[in-house]
């Protein structure tokens, strides 16, 4: 499907939709796969049935932008000493207890204002931030923050034009979804940084009530099947997944399915929200992980024991690294396509009818 780039705020179509026969519509997009009724939106919050159709809400909106090395995403085996630009939106498909981005992540606060026609989020056109990134010295953009699945029509565009410029793209995920998101972004982005969590359901299914391990796993293979460069990283969390059966369970999966040489990268855990209550992850626990992937065969294991999730939290504001003053990137966003009215209210009217 061609799709027509919008030059300011709009919702845009969900590109993996399919019309269910009991009247729903059912987002292909990740792995909740939702099926959605007039008015309902997703688990991430992001994509909202109207009369049938489903639509992104959170195109060409930008929570954080940063810039700076390939390895703090981390990505350390495809174009090293290079600089990325990087770039999230609002909402996730996981609700992670540890999550230090909660208000981007989860952006509940964010989307609901984008449906209510009330939001002063920055809209960023595909071509604005190809642009920032070649500006800022920036040879790639990488889509991070939150899950980039469930902004995938944003996603898809930026890469091909981003690729277009020459630059490359890396996507940092927590591989819960669908094989045709996987193959609809494959031709299109150059690396997959992805989250290795667990190897039990449960801890799965503390965090997303629907993900599995087999489910996870398989993306990350699926992505490198499709040739996708992908690198592995598992923050290491106290009481959760901190024992020397899950970090040889995990280098012989590395091992076994992406290849000794497949780069793992091992994190800290730094308290927060509902895991407040646990201590940071000890260094002792990180090198025993090496330890033990090493054992098993890996030969690129790389351990921070000052780097936990990829963060946002510190960023600059998006106007910072735009050329365009800031009033005009904040103005209020009201979908363009007015089909809603003059009011500009997008979605609440729909949802007190969707009943
Ligand atoms: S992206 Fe995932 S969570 Fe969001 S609506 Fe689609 S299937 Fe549901
Ligand atoms: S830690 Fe990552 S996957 Fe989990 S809720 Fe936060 S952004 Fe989403």
Redesign the pocket.
């Known amino acids: 499907m061609k799709t027509q780039i919008p030059e300011t705020y709009q919702l845009v179509e ?1 590109r993996l939709q399919e019309h269910m026969p009991d009247g729903t519509t059912r ?8 099926r ?1 009724r007039h008015g309902q ?4 919050q ?2 909202v049935n109207r009369n049938g159709t ?1 639509y992104n809400l959170s195109y060409g909106i930008l929570s954080a932008i940063d810039v700076g090395p390939i390895e703090d995403k981390p990505v350390r085996h495809f174009r090293p000493g290079s600089r990325v630009m990087s770039v999230g939106s609002y ?1 996730c ?1 996981f609700r992670c207890g540890g999550c230090h981005n909660l208000e981007i992540s989860w952006g509940v606060e964010a989307l609901d204002e984008l449906a209510r026609g009330q939001s002063h989020a920055a809209y960023v056109t595909p071509a604005q931030l190809v642009e920032a990134a070649q500006q800022h010295g920036a040879e790639g953009i990488a889509f991070t923050y939150s899950e980039p ?2 902004w995938l029509e944003y996603v898809l565009d930026v890469a091909q034009l981003a690729r277009a410029c020459g630059l490359y793209t890396v996507y940092v995920s927590n591989s819960f979804v669908t094989d045709e998101a996987l193959e609809l972004i494959a031709p299109h982005i150059d690396v997959l940084c992805s989250d290795v969590k667990s190897m039990q359901d449960s801890f799965y299914a503390e965090i997303c009530g629907k993900a599995t391990v087999e489910q996870v796993l398989a993306s990350i293979e699926k992505a490198h099947k499709l040739g996708i460069h992908v690198e592995t990283r598992t923050n290491i969390i106290p009481g959760k997944n901190d024992n020397v059966d899950t970090y040889r369970r995990i280098a012989e999966w590395i091992r076994e399915h992406l290849g000794a040489d497949s780069p793992w990268h091992i994190t800290r855990f730094f308290p927060a929200y509902k895991l407040e209550n646990l201590p940071m992850t000890p260094a002792e626990s990180m090198w025993q992980a090496r330890d033990i992937a090493e054992q098993v065969g890996l030969s690129r294991v790389y351990v921070y024991d000052d780097k936990g999730c990829d963060c946002a939290d510190s960023n600059l504001p998006v106007a910072e690294y735009l050329d365009a003053d800031s009033v005009a990137i904040h103005k209020q966003k009201q979908c363009a396509a007015s089909c809603c009215g003059e009011s500009g209210v997008l979605i609440k009217k729909y949802e007190r009818d969707a009943g």
């Open positions: 969900t987002c292909n997009l990740c792995l909740w796969r939702c959605l939106r997703g688990f991430c992001t994509h489903l909402g498909n699945a469930v």
